[in-house]
């Protein structure tokens, strides 16, 4: 019963999405198990180009059963709207499934998200402003409301009446906005229960009869490692587990179960919002990468911050996560830079640090130190084959492997699904 896990290894917008659509078409199941839609997938196939926030990638095969899982939290205004375009566009969506234990996103989480940023002036934290955090806060906090409640309006009405009330009272003595309707938001949710009702289900049951069956289910993960709540860089973080273990709760699967666990890395590394980012390129490279790679969010369009790949970072996420293959992406961005650096270790207080500090007063000091690469001037947009790619390129990959650990078995050469080279084999069979 073959589980393979898809994982960011950075900050997120890693390419998780791209490396999902390639290696989707085996498989029977895939289940999104954590984020909201702060997090934007994008992929490009023969259907056209797609930011996914909720939907897993592997909606377009028509023969796999996409799962939201019970870890994922929902705003429906946002979920139809991406059905709608998959449909326009051809997608078939019969085959999409809505965990009935995944938690709602209120208007109530979208607006305290956006009222507490601007509280907090400069000091904020980054967020994309469209309430994940405050609905997981809700759902710690015993207050959500899950998709399974809108098909009991009585129960939904008595639940959303109590929370409002609550709510409000943070709205206007804390925050002084003004109250938000009961009965809008009530009647507003309902219509979207009706809408989305053919979808919600029990999806435990059926992954483990998947699993049963010996079929094939890939776990996709949004943001990535270093955004972890427990391991990432606190307090810049997301709120739910984007880490191969948070698969095993947010979508109710034994960790046992798990075969293949792949890390998913950009040969450079990026970050959007606030925090720490040692090997951040504040020049013209950073913005020749920003602008060849197009990194601007998938969700908020914010511009990425751009660095060198940090391999000290790589190295933590690959031991925490337990990697057993990475995936490396936008290897052709380097394609005519005349050389590459790589972050090997940091330099704090006079000292070398080869560990990712877990105290971010320490991580903010921290000062890259890089080795540097020959580059290669030609494209590798069309190579197919490892062999193919110049020697500089393949030395870069080869010194990847060393530093993280790992076995880089996957190799992304552009955005679109067959600009990919498999080094090794994931998939079983």
């Known amino acids: ?70 870890g994922v939290v929902i705003n429906p205004a946002v979920l139809l709207d991406e059905i709608a375009n998959l449909k326009k566009h051809g997608v078939d969506i019969s085959h999409l499934i809505i965990s009935d234990r995944a938690h709602l996103i209120m208007p109530y989480h979208t607006l305290l998200d956006g009222l507490e940023e601007e509280r907090r002036g400069k000091g904020a934290l980054g967020t994309t402003r469209r309430g994940v955090g405050p609905a997981f806060t809700d759902k710690v906090a015993r207050m959500g409301i899950r998709t399974g409640d809108l098909s009991n309006k009585d129960l939904f009405h008595s639940k959303l009446s109590s929370i409002l009330e609550f709510k409000n009272a943070i709205l206007t003595k804390v925050y002084g906005h003004s109250p938000l309707l009961l009965e809008e938001i009530f009647e507003q949710y309902c219509r979207y229960g009706e809408q989305l009702a053919p979808l919600i289900q029990e999806t435990n049951s059926i992954i483990r009869q998947s699993l049963a ?34 698969g095993s709760i ?23 919002g606030s925090g720490p980012m040692p090997t951040e390129l504040k ?66 207080d006079n000292k070398i640090l080869d560990s990712f500090p877990s105290d971010i007063a320490i991580l903010e000091k921290c000062q890259p130190v890089y080795e540097e690469l020959s580059g290669w001037q030609e494209s590798i947009r069309e190579i197919r084959n ?29 955005s679109r699904r067959e600009q990919t080279i498999r080094v090794r084999p994931i998939l079983p069979g």
């Open 250 to 272: 947010g979508a109710g699967i034994s960790p046992m179960a798990f075969d293949r666990i792949i890390g998913v890395f950009k040969a450079y590394i990026t970050r959007v």
């Open 386 to 414: 490892f062999d193919q790619l110049p020697l500089e390129a393949r030395r870069y990959i080869n010194r990847l492997e060393e530093l993280l650990s790992c076995s880089i078995s996957f190799i992304a050469v552009g």
């Open 1 to 70: 019963m073959p589980v393979i896990a898809v994982v960011g290894g950075q900050w997120g917008d890693e390419g998780k999405g791209k490396v999902i659509d390639s290696l989707a078409e085996k498989a029977k199941v895939v289940a999104r198990f954590s984020g909201g839609d702060n997090a934007g997938h994008t992929v490009i196939n023969p259907y056209g180009e797609f930011r996914m926030h909720l939907v897993p990638s592997g909606i377009f095969y028509p023969g796999v059963t996409c799962i939201i899982g019970n």
């Open 283 to 348: 020049d013209e490279v950073g913005k020749l990468i920003r602008e060849k790679g197009h990194e601007y969010g998938a969700t908020t369009g914010r511009p990425r911050r751009c660095g060198w790949f940090d391999a000290v970072a790589g190295r933590f996420a690959t031991q925490v996560n337990g990697f057993s293959d990475i995936a490396l992406t936008h290897l052709d961005i380097f394609d005519g830079f005349s050389s590459i650096k790589i972050c090997t270790a940091y330099k704090f």
């Open 213 to 246: 069956r010996g079929e094939l289910l890939f776990l996709e993960s949004a943001q990535g490692t270093l955004l972890d709540p427990d391991f990432g860089t606190y307090p810049y973080v997301t709120s739910s587990s984007p880490l191969a273990g948070g």
